[in-house]
């Protein structure tokens, strides 16, 4: 059985495809955004700025302690496309039992490190006093949703791998009605705090996994899968940790700096965390084309080189980065401009109003750099090439960011701290743009030649 969500992007016009492909996931982020952003809504009216600076301020350890599984879970993804290109459907079962197993290996032993290592690291951010206790209660509640965070982005880079980004949708739309209930029984109602905004958001995770077996199960028999871990193929393990390590790492060294980070914007007090928190809800929201055409480019690149369809791959390669810059930077003017009555949602406190908007005016504009930036990455990552993409990810952030930013924070105005972010994604950009120059790329070229040369003689004889 076929499932008619599946997208063949190895024919037809590219951005047609592209596009078809990014919009059910936009529209996913979007979900997902909106469920994030109702915590901080909630939270904002209904506990205050303290409480919405433990959330802000709890997401970087739950990021650093499961961002190299994620990105695991991102080589699975590439490999399913690739597999999904080539037609290669014993590899696709393998592939599928082995993630499972890897799945339970993983998320089980982190749910309970998270509750040690968690607060440990929190600590190590320098969260404000008044702002310690609700962090510590946030993470040590989110952590045991582990599994069906890992789980649910597990299945759902699978399904995008095999060309199914509506199903995402789906998943989200499930999560994000069941965590905004929650959300308001549990804060609203209940007056749970930051517990009960943390308990909502692992019910709808649980929720989003279950339902994307359910899923799988019915529309991919083919693939055999399951709920529990069943069997794990040696060679297709290692085909994920060789692809997708460097991609956790990459995501690991990334969230090592996101910490230090975190660190300079919580020595500016509580204000500025909940300026920055509210801050990167907004900023969140008008970038989701970004990780929606940045996960069609690493399908697209992934089914075009299983099928070693070249010419397509060099074409792709240029047009999506390009289109998703465009967007961005659309998007994100229009949300400067309007940022403040937007901003007004979150909190009505003068001072974290303030803080927002400076952050919005600083970083928003300049966020088209990254989405080219990472439309490049990518696209490169479904390639399999993933060693260039982790260099330059490692310098952007500590080569640049950082060092920027505690030149900021030390010897000017702690205030305009944000201000390293957009010098970094320019500096991403650039070096992205360097790939177009490398021996790999120009081999891709060449290969396309050669193709458009043979289909032109086949078509003349």
Not at 14 to 35: D, E, H, S, T, W
Request: charged share 10%.
């Amino acid at each position: 059985m076929k499932s008619t969500a599946r997208m063949d992007m190895t024919r037809g016009p590219i951005m047609r495809k592209v596009l078809a492909f990014a919009l059910p996931i936009c529209a996913g982020n979007i979900l997902q955004q909106l469920y994030s952003t109702v915590d901080t809504v909630v939270i904002g009216n209904f506990c205050g700025p303290t409480s919405l600076a433990a959330v802000g301020t709890s997401s970087q350890p739950v990021e650093l302690l499961l961002c190299i599984f994620l990105g695991i879970g991102t080589g699975v993804s590439i490999l399913v496309s690739q597999f999904a290109g080539s037609g290669n459907g014993e590899k696709l079962r393998d592939i599928s039992a082995t993630a499972v197993s890897f799945l339970y290996l993983c998320a089980v032993p982190l749910s309970v490190a998270g509750q040690l290592i968690g607060p440990l690291i929190l600590r190590i951010m320098q969260v404000p006093e008044d702002t310690w206790a609700p962090a510590v209660s946030y993470i040590s509640i989110v952590f045991w949703g582990t599994l069906g965070n890992m789980g649910y982005n597990m299945n759902a880079g699978i399904l995008r791998g095999m060309g199914d980004s509506r199903a995402s949708l789906l998943f989200l739309v499930i999560s994000c009605l069941v965590n905004i209930v929650l959300d308001l029984v549990f804060v609203a109602g209940f007056h749970m705090d930051v517990a009960g905004a943390a308990l909502a958001t692992i019910i709808a995770m649980y929720c989003s996994w279950l339902f994307s077996i359910f899923y799988i199960r019915r529309q991919y028999p083919e693939l055999h899968f399951t709920f529990l871990p069943r069997r794990m193929n040696k060679a297709m393990l290692a085909a994920i940790v060789r692809i997708g390590l460097p991609l956790g790492l990459n995501s690991s060294f990334y969230s090592v700096g996101h910490i230090l980070m975190q660190s300079l914007i919580n020595l500016q007090g509580s204000v500025f965390i909940a300026a920055c928190s509210v801050s990167s809800k907004v900023t969140g929201i008008a970038n989701v084309a970004i990780t929606s055409l940045s996960s069609a480019a690493t399908t697209f690149s992934g089914q075009n080189l299983g099928v070693e369809n070249y010419d397509y791959l060099k074409k792709g390669g240029i047009q999506i980065p390009l289109v998703s810059g465009l967007i961005t930077c659309t998007a994100g003017i229009v949300v400067t401009i309007f940022c403040r009555p937007i901003l007004g949602l979150f909190t009505q406190d003068a001072e974290v109003l303030a803080y927002a908007v400076r952050y919005i005016r600083i970083v928003l504009p300049f966020t088209w750099a990254y989405a080219v930036f990472n439309g490049i990455i990518s696209f490169v990552n479904g390639m399999g090439e993933v060693r260039f993409p982790t260099i330059v990810n490692i310098l952007m952030l500590w080569a640049v960011r950082i060092p920027v930013g505690c030149l900021i924070a030390f010897c000017l105005d702690g205030g305009y701290v944000m201000a390293c972010i957009p010098v970094s994604f320019v500096f991403g950009m650039v070096c992205m743009l360097s790939f177009f120059g490398t021996k790999r790329w120009k081999e891709i070229g060449r290969l396309a030649r050669v193709q458009r040369e043979n289909t032109g003689r086949t078509a003349s004889g």
